[in-house]
């Protein structure tokens, strides 16, 4: 099946941990998104790459990292840095990039800090 | 930048009856403006969209209307069922082409 596949669902970190968040897409897509939604709340985006080996910062980077080395691959991790990382990650893609091209969702990871 | 304004946060109607979710944007430039659906613990999914050199769109019981003038957005949902039960987002592509959404609004169709 075509796609976007997060892994894993759910992931429990240690406090002072880094954890790295999956994301696959066989969608031949340019561009992907990484976004936040803490529970109630609307999507914030924290990094995106709209070519392979290029990337930018989003609205709340600070603590989160990406890299971009294949274009259907790119991986989130979550560092020690990022002082509230419970939360739902959704990954994202989109086959053109940002402008005004449509934008599919994976189904999340769920992070919690125990 | 843009920045996306989503009203009800809640809304509950009765089986059969309309459901309305209203967004507005501030960003003039912004051209392209999706609307997603988020049942619990899932990621979203696109129900509909809109660009700006249209004024509505239709998909069966879901249609989108456009008033760039007034710079807002609604979605309609008509013969509501419970399975449209969710949170509703709408989005705004904003100047530096990146998607800004809406605070969402949860839907409560009540059987």
């Known amino acids: 099946d075509g796609g976007i596949t997060q892994s894993p669902k759910y992931l429990f970190r240690k406090e002072g941990q880094n954890v790295t968040l999956s994301c696959e897409q066989n969608l031949n897509h340019d561009a992907m998104y990484w976004y936040r939604q803490d529970p109630g709340q609307g999507l914030r985006l924290i990094y995106y790459?709209?070519?392979?080996?290029?990337?930018q910062k989003g609205d709340i980077a600070e603590g989160y990292s990406v890299s971009r080395e294949k274009k259907e691959s790119f991986p989130l991790t979550v560092t020690s840095a990022q002082k509230n990382p419970t939360a739902f990650y959704l990954c994202a893609s989109s086959n053109q990039g940002l402008t005004g091209h449509t934008i599919y969702f994976g189904e999340g990871s769920w992070l919690t800090v125990v | 930048g843009e920045n996306v304004e989503q009203h009800p946060s809640t809304l509950s109607v009765q089986e059969g009856d309309s459901a309305v979710i209203k967004c507005t944007y501030s960003d003039s430039a912004s051209n392209y403006f999706p609307w997603y659906k988020q049942e619990l613990g899932k990621g979203p999914q696109l129900i509909i969209d809109?660009?700006?050199?249209?004024g509505e769109k239709k998909d069966q019981r879901i249609a989108v209307t456009l008033n760039k003038t007034a710079k807002h957005f609604s979605l309609h949902i008509t013969e509501t069922q419970p399975e449209d039960s969710a949170v509703y987002f709408c989005a705004a592509v904003d100047s530096s082409y990146k998607l800004i959404f809406g605070s969402g609004t949860r839907l409560l169709v009540r059987p």
């Open positions: 790459s709209q070519i392979v080996n290029d990337f």
């Open positions: 809109i660009r700006s050199n249209v």
